[in-house]
């Protein structure tokens, strides 16, 4: 089993729309998570943080459930420039686990 | 701000041939990492290195890879004989603190490797 799954997707939506996907992560024990953005032939930048609590940063809200070993990210009112591929990223026993990514594309 | 620099940017080899792959560093990040990503597998961590030293070569495919960190501000990462399974981007990225938790890795720009 992968340490860090994701649903590839694509994930075709209008601008505007609401578009939300998940992470699941096998170490129960991991103890830090991130949502990086990679662009088609480019590095993958930090998009952001996820904290216990749920946090957001503008258009973008991400939520961790220890629970379930999930983390999910979510994208308020589309824009054209967040199609890309969202990568889940999971620090466990101080060891960065990245999934392989949930291509999104936001249509005009 | 200098972000992490790699060099080159494109390589087309043939199969045989020595490859050596370049990173500078964000000036005062001590820890530094090697990954490889293609289609099939994703990214793969390489090698990790915390204050020049190599703590992690775990994800270092066979004896034909090595990674050195001579200095804070470079390292480089060779494949000798090169293969055209190792066909992919080679990125670079650094941190502050290594794997402690809540510190992001900030990534260059990329190697894209053709062997050919």
């Known amino acids: 089993r992968k340490e860090v799954e994701q649903d590839p997707g694509p994930f075709n939506v209008p601008e505007g729309a609401t578009v939300a996907f998940n992470c699941t992560y096998s170490?129960?024990?991991?103890?830090?998570f991130f949502w990086y953005r990679q662009d088609c032939r480019k590095e993958p930048k930090l998009l952001m943080s996820?904290?216990?609590s749920g946090n957001e940063d503008g258009r973008f809200t991400a939520q961790l459930n220890r629970a379930s070993q999930y983390i999910s990210l979510l994208i308020r009112d589309s824009k054209l420039s967040d199609s890309a591929t969202y990568l889940c990223?999971?620090?466990?026993?101080?060891?960065?686990?990245f999934g392989a990514g949930t291509t999104v594309t936001v249509r005009a | 701000d200098a972000g992490v620099i790699q060099s080159p940017r494109h390589e087309v080899t043939e199969m045989g041939q020595e490859v050596t792959l370049r990173c500078k560093p964000i000036?005062?990040?001590?820890?530094l990492f090697w990954y490889r990503q293609t289609m099939m597998r994703g990214l793969e961590l390489l090698i990790y290195?915390?204050?020049?030293?190599?703590?992690?070569d775990s994800g270092m495919p066979e004896d034909r890879f090595s990674a050195k960190m001579p200095n804070a501000s470079f390292s480089t990462l060779k494949i000798q004989p090169s293969e055209p399974r190792d066909s992919a981007v080679y990125f670079c990225?650094?941190?502050?603190?290594?794997?402690?938790?809540?510190?992001?890795?900030?990534f260059g720009d990329g190697t894209r490797l053709s062997i050919l």
């Open positions: 996820v904290y216990s």
């Open positions: 990223v999971v620090n466990s026993d101080y060891k960065l686990s």
């Open positions: 290195f915390n204050n020049n030293v190599p703590i992690d």
């Open positions: 000036s005062g990040h001590n820890s």
């Open positions: 170490n129960s024990a991991s103890q830090s």
């Open positions: 990225a650094s941190s502050l603190g290594g794997y402690a938790p809540n510190q992001p890795q900030h």
